[in-house]
């Protein structure tokens, strides 16, 4: 049990805070599609000792005999690092087996900071780069002008579809062959659907190009199978721990062994110094959790949870991009500025109705992403609670009677009541306290 009685006693607005999101979290249905709740044992190890320990550089060597990475021989800059060796150890081996990689780097902090170190391991600053617009479904870290990935590099940026919401391989392939990138991003933040990297690979090829597969959404389908591995195609794979794995808030990449040295020198040390031990005890946790029948069940629900309530808010009336969903998360396209409520008024008037859900751009959108014109929602936490499809009827229902009286702030406080009573029935957490 986590007590959090010395931080009540040492600093009690820290403490008033940790409890009203305790609160939060408990009686509010939480949405958004890249979050989640960890399990109890790596919510623990977030918060062990392993955080007082320094560990810059790694838990193996290259062997001069051999070449090869041994962990016999440690390649740490501080003494001490016996029992944070074995956890790293633990995390990159359980990581490799989950994912059948050839290696993995564990240190990096985010799914952003991953995506920075293959970047900075194979391009140089200017070289051209194509990736996911992030109105379509992309990541910031996919070239947007406004990151590190925009500002360093010159970005091609492909969509989906105008008739399908989807991707087209074929547009995507002619538009690599037109530019030329010396590097191809694929994977997504909000994109409903299957991603094809065996495509991908094909357009890679085709150009030279290296291929990078951001799954930090999916990474837990494609542990369960749910969804086609990139690992077999790509040059390198990133991935954040949480979302759909289900660890915690932290990054993973994975890649080919003749691109390991490289790696892990941009990641320590090329982008960061010591590594977060604790957290990567947390990693070596939630994989270890990610190898079990329960975990590929639970994945399993996430994607029948998704599907019920994609069908449910269609038969309400709502329009989703690319007419549903094959994955965990869905966008409601809310149309265009002046024929339905913007994606930030729809987000306001579902947390009064205490539903946590974010607004989002939809694809071809007329509006800023600060106001966007679509909902994205995601089933990963509803999941983790216990609820089923009924309650993505339920929830749809919901949705649907807060668009109705979106400016109804009556209405909207009798259904957040309503709410609270369905998330009673699936309690989070009950040790803490």
Same mark, same amino acid.
């Given at each position: 049990?986590?007590?959090?009685?010395?931080i009540k006693?040492?600093?009690?607005?820290?403490?008033?805070?940790?409890m009203?999101?305790?609160k939060r979290?408990?009686?509010?249905?939480?949405?958004?599609?890249?979050? %989640?709740?960890v399990?109890y044992?790596?919510?623990?190890?977030?918060?062990c000792?392993?955080?007082?320990?320094y560990?810059?550089?790694y838990?193996?060597?290259?062997?001069k005999?051999?070449?090869?990475?041994t962990?016999?021989?440690?390649?740490r800059?501080?003494?001490?690092?016996?029992?944070v060796n074995?956890?790293?150890r633990l995390?990159?081996?359980?990581?490799?087996?989950?994912f059948?990689?050839?290696?993995?780097?564990v240190?990096?902090?985010?799914?952003?900071?991953? %995506?920075?170190?293959?970047?900075?391991?194979?391009?140089?600053?200017?070289?051209?780069?194509?990736?996911m617009?992030l109105?379509?479904?992309?990541?910031?870290?996919?070239?947007?002008?406004?990151s590190?990935s925009?500002?360093f590099?010159?970005?091609v940026?492909y969509?989906?579809?105008?008739?399908t919401?989807q991707?087209?391989y074929?547009?995507?392939?002619?538009f690599?062959?037109?530019?030329?990138?010396?590097?191809?991003?694929?994977?997504a933040?909000?994109?409903?659907?299957?991603?094809d990297?065996?495509?991908f690979?094909?357009?890679?090829?085709?150009?030279g190009a290296?291929?990078?597969?951001d799954?930090?959404?999916?990474?837990?389908l494609?542990?369960?199978?749910l969804?086609?591995s990139?690992?077999?195609?790509a040059d390198?794979?990133?991935?954040?721990?949480h979302?759909t794995?289900?660890?915690?808030?932290?990054?993973?990449?994975?890649?080919?062994?003749?691109y390991?040295?490289?790696?892990?020198?941009?990641?320590?040390?090329?982008?960061?110094?010591?590594p977060l031990?604790h957290?990567i005890a947390?990693?070596?946790?939630?994989?270890?959790?990610?190898?079990?029948?329960?975990?590929?069940?639970?994945?399993?629900?996430?994607?029948?949870?998704?599907?019920?309530?994609?069908?449910?808010?269609?038969?309400?009336?709502?329009n989703l991009?690319?007419?549903g969903?094959?994955n965990h998360?869905?966008?409601?396209?809310?149309?265009?500025k002046?024929?339905?409520?913007s994606g930030k008024?729809m987000?306001?008037?579902?947390?009064k109705?205490?539903i946590t859900?974010?607004?989002?751009?939809?694809p071809?959108?007329t509006?800023?992403?600060?106001?966007?014109?679509?909902?994205?929602l995601?089933?990963?936490?509803?999941t983790?609670?216990g609820?089923?499809e009924k309650?993505m009827?339920q929830i749809?229902?919901?949705?649907?009677q807060?668009y109705d009286?979106?400016e109804?702030?009556?209405?909207?406080?009798?259904i957040?009541?309503?709410?609270?009573?369905l998330?009673?029935?699936?309690p989070?957490?009950?040790?803490?306290?």
């Amino acid at each position: 049990m986590i007590n959090y009685e010395e931080i009540k006693k040492t600093d009690p607005e820290i403490y008033q805070a940790i409890m009203g999101e305790l609160k939060r979290q408990s009686e509010n249905l939480e949405l958004i599609a890249s979050e %989640n709740y960890v399990d109890y044992p790596v919510l623990e190890a977030t918060g062990c000792i392993m955080t007082n320990k320094y560990a810059e550089g790694y838990p193996y060597r290259k062997s001069k005999e051999t070449g090869e990475l041994t962990y016999r021989l440690s390649g740490r800059y501080y003494g001490g690092c016996d029992f944070v060796n074995d956890a790293e150890r633990l995390a990159i081996e359980r990581a490799k087996e989950l994912f059948g990689a050839e290696h993995a780097n564990v240190q990096a902090h985010s799914g952003s900071q991953a %995506n920075m170190a293959v970047y900075f391991a194979v391009l140089e600053p200017g070289d051209k780069m194509m990736g996911m617009s992030l109105s379509h479904g992309g990541h910031l870290t996919h070239g947007h002008t406004v990151s590190f990935s925009g500002i360093f590099y010159e970005v091609v940026q492909y969509g989906v579809s105008t008739k399908t919401e989807q991707l087209d391989y074929d547009e995507i392939m002619e538009f690599a062959i037109q530019e030329k990138p010396k590097l191809i991003m694929c994977g997504a933040s909000a994109y409903p659907r299957i991603i094809d990297f065996k495509k991908f690979k094909e357009i890679a090829d085709k150009v030279g190009a290296y291929l990078v597969a951001d799954i930090a959404h999916i990474a837990g389908l494609i542990v369960a199978g749910l969804h086609p591995s990139p690992v077999p195609y790509a040059d390198f794979v990133t991935t954040t721990t949480h979302k759909t794995l289900r660890g915690p808030r932290a990054g993973l990449i994975l890649c080919k062994k003749k691109y390991q040295e490289i790696l892990d020198k941009t990641v320590m040390p090329g982008i960061q110094g010591g590594p977060l031990m604790h957290v990567i005890a947390a990693k070596a946790i939630a994989l270890k959790l990610a190898q079990t029948e329960e975990f590929k069940e639970y994945q399993k629900q996430i994607v029948k949870n998704a599907s019920a309530l994609a069908n449910a808010l269609i038969d309400r009336g709502f329009n989703l991009v690319s007419g549903g969903t094959d994955n965990h998360l869905m966008l409601i396209n809310l149309g265009k500025k002046g024929e339905g409520p913007s994606g930030k008024k729809m987000e306001k008037a579902l947390d009064k109705a205490g539903i946590t859900a974010n607004k989002n751009t939809v694809p071809f959108d007329t509006r800023s992403p600060f106001v966007a014109s679509g909902i994205r929602l995601g089933t990963p936490a509803l999941t983790t609670r216990g609820m089923k499809e009924k309650e993505m009827e339920q929830i749809a229902e919901f949705i649907k009677q807060v668009y109705d009286d979106i400016e109804n702030d009556e209405k909207l406080a009798e259904i957040r009541n309503y709410v609270r009573e369905l998330c009673a029935k699936f309690p989070i957490y009950e040790e803490l306290k």
